[in-house]
């Protein structure tokens, strides 16, 4: 078989030819060495001498196919309308196989000759070729597909798309249909011009996917407001849902995968988004009864809606809010801290649950339990007064972290202190949180009183995590400081021992803390007289201190100290811890043979304590019965030693009373937090200013808010009187002819 082109006889090559072409189209048997000899030909035709044939060879081809088509719609429309869809489709099936077969065969052709002349992709996109895309050749495979179109789906698209609805209605009803003839009829209208480079779909879309579209919505609308009269919004919802999902399933039955979002967004249109008004209508009370069933169905109705959640999402929201406001607003008792926190981390605990079971954690809502947990926490029942939420978490932690908290595993403790960090993050006054845990945190490393290093570190930690190394780092260094002073014990033991001159006669141990780190004022100590017996230990570790550390200077703070005294004058002998002040006192009647009795003015005067404070220990001395006294104590009262005091416990402390907290403090405390906090806002805003050197009045307002909200949320006013006092120190100024314009004074 000879590949050199030769003159060859269309006619009679193209009669043999066309023989194995109807074989090859109506899918018949074609012998292995017919279709090789017949792919030769088609070789011949496209190389022959002197003229090449493939253009005659093209259109013949071309005139075949649709006479053939135009056979195939006869035949189809004689069968009549109830047969018309299957005819079709076993017709289509025959072709559309045929058709790929007759383009392997005409390969060369396709290659050598169609391909040449066929627009480039690059034109197609950008243009370049005034040509009309009718008048191009299409390669044999495309012009068939194209012939069926023409031919076959235009004269038949109103028949043809009339009886597929026909048939999706039958099968909404519960008819059996035959789905393979309904899928391939539809799928044939997208196959006849996969082919295309673009607008590859518009055939499908413009006969079938839009009045199909058209169809459904208007076969649900009618079902919805059928299922609306019979039922109620519950019911209502499980119809929907079940509707939803049969649909879903019919358009895998029967349509392109193309139009499976298309049809279920249609059908969530006409029964969910055109009832907005009615689903939202029933979201609060089943927020409120928290049916979880119903809400369940109601999130996954309104998801996929535009704007559709906005109610549901609300309707959580205030729901969480007020359950939280309850609980805050139920307080009462001695363990308010506890029940404040407790029951805060139960409303958050309780719907955090909900909202990962019922509405699957959307980060909407999860944001809606934040808004809600937040303002309930931080409400105030007074808006003039500060909130109370912070302090109550301070005291909790402090309730968890003292060795008075009993009955409690390490595991416990840490889960508890873990949830802890939940409600923290919560507070908007961080900062005031901060300051009364710092300052419990202090009592309890002076008085020894933390159940465990390990659990007060690990809650620091958790601290730091939360609000960074800023945040904590006084803590650290308060740490850092009990463990400096566990060495300097050590070191100072070690000094007394290398001369006997220098014992003491009491064992004695200090705390030596940074001022800057601690929240300790060191204004307005009360003065004190130290005892006889325990100023040679004073003196001898300012010694040893003054030796190791030149420059330092140590203030005793003597309100801080505790000491333990034997008592020995009573029937049995007791071991008592105590303050330094009651030990002053209590020393006093052993001044001498047989001093039984003091006054007032005695005892103030040895230890020239200030008036108020020594009432206030003496009062503790009289609560405990180890002091005799009637009547309220004023400066001409006389104090008598309880010689018949009895106590089942020998080893007993009096709490001193720096380790109560005074209302005083709490205001102080307050008062030391709004310091800060114009400290901080002044601090902010000329970092502000001095990045950006001129800046707008709102702009300021906002970027100094922006900063300070991991720590507090700073009132307007609070800013506007510290960016007077920047300009009052000369670090701003405003700007000339402006009126809300800052320029940052270099």
Same mark, same amino acid.
């Given at each position: ?76 429309? /004689? ?24 383009? +392997? ?21 950008? @243009? ?7 008048? +191009? ?41 035959? +789905? ?7 799928? /044939? ?117 535009? /704007? ?15 359950? @939280?406001?309850?609980?805050?607003r139920s307080l009462k008792g001695e363990n308010v801290p506890g029940q404040f926190v ?56 402090? @309730? ?9 595993? *390490? ?121 006889? *017996? ?17 420059g330092r200077k140590l203030a005793w703070m003597h309100s801080f100290c505790n000491v ?48 108020? *404070? ?133």
């Amino acid at each position: 078989m000879s590949l050199k082109p030769r003159r060859v006889d269309f006619p009679a090559t193209w009669t043999v030819l066309l023989d194995t072409v109807k074989g090859v189209v109506t899918c018949g048997r074609v012998a292995r060495a017919t279709w090789t000899d017949r792919f030769h030909d088609v070789y011949q035709l496209c190389v022959a001498f002197p003229e090449p044939l493939g253009d005659k060879l093209y259109q013949e081809t071309k005139s075949f196919l649709e006479a053939h088509v135009s056979s195939l719609l006869k035949a189809v429309q /004689s069968c009549g309308s109830e047969n018309l869809l299957a005819n079709y489709h076993k017709h289509w099936e025959e072709y559309s196989q045929g058709s790929h077969y007759l383009n +392997q065969l005409y390969g060369y052709l396709n290659s050598t000759f169609i391909r040449k002349q066929k627009v480039s992709d690059a034109d197609l996109n950008y @243009g370049g070729f005034a040509m009309d895309m009718a008048d +191009q050749m299409l390669e044999i495979g495309e012009l068939a597909l194209d012939t069926w179109k023409r031919l076959m789906i235009e004269p038949l698209k109103t028949q043809l798309l009339n009886l597929i609805l026909q048939e999706v209605k039958k099968d909404r009803g519960g008819n059996s249909v035959n +789905q393979t003839v309904v899928h391939g009829v539809i799928n /044939s209208f997208v196959n006849v011009e996969e082919y295309k480079k673009k607008y590859s779909m518009q055939l499908y879309e413009e006969l079938f996917e839009t009045p199909f579209l058209h169809e459904t919505g208007d076969y649900y609308r009618q079902e919805a407001a059928k299922l609306k009269d019979e039922y109620n919004c519950s019911d209502y919802m499980e119809k929907v849902i079940q509707k939803l999902d049969n649909e879903d399933f019919r358009s895998r039955k029967f349509l392109h995968p193309s139009s499976y979002t298309k049809v279920t967004h249609e059908c969530q249109q006409r029964m969910i988004a055109d009832h907005l008004q009615f689903l939202h209508g029933e979201c609060r009370e089943m927020v409120q009864t928290e049916k979880r069933k119903d809400l369940t169905h109601m999130y996954s109705l309104l998801k996929p809606i535009q /704007s559709g959640l906005g109610v549901l999402m609300q309707e959580v929201e205030d729901h969480i809010k007020h359950t @939280g406001l309850e609980a805050v607003r139920s307080l009462k008792g001695e363990n308010v801290p506890g029940q404040f926190v407790e029951s805060m981390l139960e409303v958050h605990s309780k719907y955090t649950e909900l909202i990962q079971s019922v509405f699957h954690a959307d980060q909407q809502f999860v944001g809606a339990l934040d808004k809600a947990c937040a303002a309930a926490i931080n409400f105030r029942s007074n808006p003039k007064m500060a909130c109370k939420s912070a302090e109550l978490l301070a005291r909790y932690c402090d @309730g968890l972290l003292k060795k008075s908290s009993k009955g409690i595993s *390490e595991t416990e403790l840490d889960d508890k202190l873990a949830n802890c960090i939940t409600v923290f993050k919560y507070l908007d006054d961080k900062d005031v949180f901060q300051r009364f845990y710092s300052r419990m945190l202090a009592k309890r490393l002076i008085y020894s009183q933390s159940t465990s290093m390990d659990a007060e570190e690990a809650m620091i930690n958790r601290l730091k995590q939360a609000c960074g190394y800023e945040f904590t780092n006084k803590l650290h260094r308060m740490f850092t400081d009990m463990s400096i002073s566990s060495d300097l014990n050590n070191k100072f033991s070690d000094f007394t021992r290398e001369d006997s001159s220098r014992d003491l006669g009491v064992n004695f141990s200090i705390l030596v803390l940074q001022a800057g780190a601690w929240p300790i004022a060191q204004s307005n100590l009360p003065s004190f007289a130290l005892p006889q *017996e325990l100023e040679r230990s004073v003196r001898m570790f300012e010694l040893f201190y003054n030796k190791n550390f030149s420059g330092r200077k140590l203030a005793w703070m003597h309100s801080f100290c505790n000491v333990e005294m034997k008592f020995n004058y009573l029937k049995k002998t007791y071991f008592v811890t105590m303050g330094t002040f009651h030990m002053g006192i209590l020393l006093l009647f052993n001044s001498g043979d047989n001093v039984e009795k003091l006054a007032f003015s005695f005892i103030q005067k040895h230890t020239t304590l200030p008036e108020r *404070e020594l009432v206030k220990q003496l009062q503790s001395l009289i609560d405990t019965k180890i002091i005799s006294h009637e009547g309220e104590i004023t400066p001409q009262s006389d104090f008598e030693l309880n010689l018949a005091y009895n106590n089942k416990r020998t080893k007993f402390k009096i709490t001193a009373a720096v380790q109560r907290d005074s209302p005083q403090e709490v205001e102080l405390t307050h008062s030391a937090v709004d310091e800060d906090r114009k400290m901080y806002v002044q601090a902010a805003i000329v970092r502000i200013m001095k990045a950006r050197k001129v800046l707008k009045h709102n702009l300021l307002i906002q970027e100094v808010i922006s900063q300070s909200r991991s720590r507090f949320n700073p009132s307007i006013s609070m800013i506007k009187k510290c960016i007077e006092t920047l300009i009052d120190k000369q670090y701003l100024e405003r700007t000339a002819n402006t009126t809300d314009e800052y320029s940052y004074v270099a």
